[in-house]
């Protein structure tokens, strides 16, 4: 389409130079110079105006900024930011390792979204932080394991053993629902996803707690028994789902629960690139590329 805009263009300004040159009588006695003249003259002209047009359509593509975790979050926006570009969006994407940049970053306008977190840890940060950010989407799901450390298999935890688990409510509750589910815990009835420490009514191998921040878990495992360990730092850290010694089952709570959403500003939550973000990383192509990628430590949820 566009060699056939330029041709016609550089038709159109030949024909327009050819009369004005002959007009003002500059021509030679064979033609030829005022010919090349006005030839090159309209390609000149035609070759810059598709590059305005081009420019011009640069101009009014959409850039999205988003913050992610490396694994898997910043490598799943990476298959969809061709499919964006197709449809006038250049994705930016912002990798970052700790949990709490990626919302300050939104909240200060930084960054356009996040992706990197569920909804309980994202209400508990808006609580915590007197912020109002808000999900669009959820996207995967990460089933929590728990890893060997000094110990093997759950059968073998000794007695008091020490048992490494996230440090934020959020995934401290998710980690000790886990081990309820094992049985290596009892906690009451209505603790739910607000479990804590004091939540747990039996203890029969008296086991020990060592709360660490998510990213330091993998490295915990020479220091402690076992670890309940997110399925992102789990992946970066070199760990395999299959090898866990325990995992969250994928129709329980957790998997209804601990989706990872795509999170904005409330202003932007019906940002039209935003929603086609969305709409991208729920598609198809994208849940085949989590299923075929991470053999099992990533659950797509569409």
């Not at 009369?19 to 003249?37: F, H, I, L, P, Q």
């Not at 479990?195 to 220091?223: C, G, H």
Request: aromatic share 4%.
């Amino acid at each position: 389409m566009k060699k056939y805009f330029k041709k016609i263009l550089t038709a159109a300004i030949t024909l327009t130079l050819a009369v004005s040159v002959t007009a003002c009588g500059s021509s030679d006695s064979s033609g030829s110079t005022s010919e090349s003249t006005t030839e090159n003259a309209a390609e000149s002209v035609a070759e810059s105006s598709e590059e305005n047009t081009e420019d011009s359509a640069a101009e009014t593509d959409t850039v999205i900024k988003v913050g992610a975790n490396i694994t898997p979050h910043s490598e799943i926006l990476e298959q969809a930011k061709p499919i964006l570009a197709e449809k006038g969006i250049t994705l930016e994407i912002v990798q970052l390792e700790d949990s709490i940049t990626p919302n300050t970053g939104v909240i200060e306008g930084s960054l356009d979204a996040n992706y990197f977190q569920h909804l309980p840890y994202l209400e508990q940060f808006n609580e915590e932080n007197g912020s109002d950010l808000v999900s669009i989407g959820a996207i995967h799901y990460e089933p929590f394991g728990v890893y060997a450390g000094k110990t093997t298999n759950l059968a073998d935890l000794p007695d008091g053993a020490l048992v490494a688990v996230p440090n934020n409510v959020t995934n401290e509750a998710r980690a000790l629902l886990l081990l309820a589910q094992e049985g290596i815990i009892t906690l009451s009835e209505d603790a739910g996803i607000n479990a804590t420490i004091e939540n747990i009514v039996e203890n029969p191998k008296n086991v020990e707690f060592k709360e660490l921040a998510p990213e330091q878990l993998v490295a915990s495992l020479p220091d402690v028994d076992i670890a309940v360990i997110n399925g992102n730092y789990a992946i970066e850290g070199g760990l395999s789902v299959k090898d866990a010694l325990a995992v969250e089952a994928n129709d329980g709570l957790a998997a209804t629960t601990y989706g990872n959403i795509i999170a904005t500003s409330p202003d932007k939550a019906n940002d039209q690139a935003l929603v086609t973000l969305v709409e991208v990383l729920q598609s198809k192509e994208i849940s085949d590329y989590i299923d075929a990628t991470y053999d099992g430590a990533v659950v797509p949820l569409n």
